[in-house]
């Protein structure tokens, strides 16, 4: 990446946060006050938001909002959890490819209410690839916005676990047409948004060094 690509994707991803943090702030507003001239200031506030950031999205303000209003109290990143399973015998690591862009990542998403965080992930691999697994360590957690991933309407957590193969056979699902295991060093197309090759190289590290300890930021 040459200097100035770099320079633009750091104003890019500094934009996005303020984008972020903006409709935070608006939405957490529109929670907490109780004064109608100051709900029409965050309602005000939350539409620019909803203008700046769709000008560099596929989605409309509209829709942004639409999303927004499903927050409700104060506004936190949402959390997604990634499980690294590598085969004992030969170090590969189970892939599954994303039915929406054709790319690959580790199987997982974004954890769902009343999930524990293991389980969430457990549920994960096996839905999208067929296997039932047992998390054996909290790898990483890592702010989206601090590791190469492509932009995204939301800010949010990533949670990678190490996790060992219990049983099940590989399969895909409706949101994955194809799974199987890589060699970490010679990675198939990765769908950025989800995991970059850089983690799935951490995530081997860990899996061979497992005292190392849990990664964060």
Same mark, same amino acid.
């Given at each position: 990446?040459?200097?100035?690509?770099?320079?633009?994707? %750091?104003?890019?991803?500094?934009?996005?946060?303020?984008?972020?943090?903006?409709?935070?702030?608006?939405?957490?507003?529109?929670?907490?006050?109780?004064?109608?001239?100051?709900?029409?200031?965050?309602?005000?506030?939350?539409?620019?938001?909803?203008?700046?950031?769709?000008?560099?999205?596929?989605?409309?303000?509209?829709?942004?909002?639409?999303?927004?209003?499903? %927050?409700?109290?104060?506004?936190?990143?949402? #959390?997604?959890? &990634?499980?690294?399973?590598?085969?004992?015998?030969?170090?590969?690591?189970?892939? #599954?490819?994303?039915?929406?862009?054709?790319?690959?990542?580790?199987?997982?998403?974004?954890?769902?209410?009343?999930?524990?965080?293991?389980?969430?992930? &457990?549920?994960?691999? %096996?839905?999208?690839?067929?296997?039932?697994? &047992?998390?054996?360590?909290?790898?990483?957690?890592?702010?989206?916005?601090?590791?190469?991933?492509?932009?995204?309407?939301?800010?949010?957590?990533?949670?990678?676990?190490?996790?060992?193969?219990?049983?099940?056979?590989?399969?895909?699902?409706?949101?994955?047409?194809? #799974?199987?295991?890589?060699?970490?060093?010679?990675?198939?197309?990765?769908?950025?948004?989800?995991?970059?090759?850089?983690?799935?190289? &951490?995530?081997?590290?860990?899996?061979?060094?497992?005292?190392?300890?849990?990664?964060?930021?």
């Amino acid at each position: 990446m040459t200097e100035d690509a770099a320079g633009d994707a %750091e104003l890019a991803a500094r934009r996005l946060a303020l984008f972020h943090s903006l409709q935070a702030l608006a939405r957490t507003g529109l929670h907490f006050c109780s004064d109608e001239y100051d709900r029409e200031r965050y309602e005000q506030v939350e539409a620019i938001a909803a203008e700046l950031l769709a000008a560099g999205a596929r989605v409309t303000p509209a829709e942004l909002r639409r999303d927004w209003a499903a %927050e409700t109290g104060y506004v936190t990143p949402k #959390v997604e959890v &990634r499980g690294a399973v590598f085969r004992a015998d030969d170090g590969k690591v189970l892939l #599954v490819r994303e039915a929406l862009d054709g790319l690959w990542t580790l199987p997982g998403g974004w954890a769902d209410v009343n999930d524990s965080p293991s389980g969430a992930v &457990r549920r994960e691999i %096996e839905q999208e690839a067929g296997l039932r697994t &047992r998390v054996a360590k909290l790898a990483a957690l890592y702010d989206r916005n601090a590791h190469g991933h492509t932009p995204s309407t939301h800010h949010s957590w990533k949670a990678f676990f190490l996790c060992e193969e219990e049983g099940g056979e590989l399969r895909g699902s409706y949101e994955t047409d194809a #799974v199987d295991f890589f060699d970490p060093l010679a990675l198939p197309p990765m769908s950025l948004g989800r995991c970059t090759p850089a983690q799935v190289l &951490r995530m081997r590290q860990h899996w061979l060094e497992p005292g190392i300890p849990t990664d964060f930021d």
